[in-house]
């Protein structure tokens, strides 16, 4: 913890997806940053679909117990050509909000060219780069699996945009 700072704010960062969510959480003190931990909820294909939605509430359930953030923050998923594959994300993503609202979180929502712009500086940001610079921002962070890194970035985008408004008054 920097000298002189108080308790950490700390953010759960949530890249939402059926198959792979990816999950990070930091602690911040204004722009100063920390790595705590970060993976991935798989859920198995064979399972059926409810089962697979309730997979991941359980997980982050037990993320959410485990690390004890002051706030969540999830990236807003696109609208692709598969309209079946695009509402089972919705439903996902509906879980992926879900968890951390239950828990009495705020949850935040930033759209994928924000996070990207607030990691790497530009909105359009290939992955690899927004992973090379997670662990650039997060030393310790492996952030091997791009879902999970996806998570840390979305993290600290929030980290950010609260430290901002802080910083200017609007909080």
């Not at 807003?76 to 239950?102: D, I």
């Not at 979305?154 to 910083?167: D, G, K």
Request: glycine share 8%; proline share 5%; charged share 20%.
């Amino acid at each position: 913890m920097p000298d002189g700072a108080s308790r950490p704010f700390r953010v759960l960062g949530l890249d939402p997806g059926l198959a792979a969510t990816g999950w990070g959480v930091i602690d911040a003190w204004g722009t100063a940053l920390r790595h705590v931990a970060d993976g991935v909820v798989e859920t198995d294909a064979a399972d059926d679909f409810p089962a697979r939605l309730a997979a991941i509430h359980l997980a982050l359930a037990a993320i959410l117990a485990r690390y004890r953030p002051d706030s969540a923050a999830v990236e807003e998923t696109f609208v692709n050509r598969n309209a079946r594959s695009t509402l089972k994300l919705g439903q996902a993503r509906g879980v992926v909000l879900l968890a951390p609202a239950l828990a009495g979180l705020p949850v935040a929502e930033y759209q994928a060219t924000a996070v990207k712009r607030a990691v790497t500086g530009q909105g359009h940001a290939a992955k690899v780069q927004v992973q090379a610079m997670v662990r650039r921002l997060l030393p310790g962070a492996a952030a091997g699996r791009p879902d999970a890194a996806d998570a840390l970035a979305v993290a600290i985008c929030h980290a950010h945009t609260r430290a901002s408004l802080v910083r200017f008054g609007a909080t």
